[in-house]
């Protein structure tokens, strides 16, 4: 589109936007696709810093987003793979002092990844919890009557019967 320039500068309409990010306009147009080939395989070249990549794509700037969501990822998952074994509280412990390194070296990118994960992980232990609330048995006062003729420790709910455990 670029070859044909389909990208005016100038406005030949009042009602007609002018393009204000015009891409690169090469001569031929076999210079013009191998052009455009070598900014899409950078941009999908994921072995590099992209994370604090803002590397701008001149044929859509808007792409700059893609390796740095890509990046971020990366370490999100790499992150998860490492402390998957931790004890919850040394994994958001963890979690919040990574958050904070994050935020003294000012990398935003970075911090709003770090802090998805910790939400997420915070919901995940908390609805584990509540789960393993519900599996508990209940308690009721009436079972901590005193059976003057019974000898066992246990509550008379749970006192082993004929057929088993009552």
Known sequence: MS???????????RKV????RVPPH?????????NWAQQSISLAYPIRNT????????????????????????LVFTLHA????FRPRARIVFNLAL????LYRTEFNILLFMCGMFMADLQAYASVRDERRHDLPLRRADDYHDDSDSDSPLPSSATPHLGGWQ
């Not at 936007?17 to 204000?20: P, Q, R």
Request: hydrophobic share 45%.
């Open 3 to 13: 070859y044909f320039l389909l990208f005016p500068t100038e406005p030949w309409s």
């Open 17 to 20: 936007a002018i393009a204000t």
């Open 26 to 34: 090469l001569d031929s147009l076999m210079g013009q696709l191998r």
């Open 51 to 74: 994370i604090n990549s803002r590397d701008v794509n001149p044929y859509d700037p808007n792409l700059w987003t893609l390796p740095v969501e890509f990046g971020c990822s990366m």
């Open 82 to 85: 490492a402390t998957h074994k």
């Open 99 to 102: 958050i904070a390194y994050a």
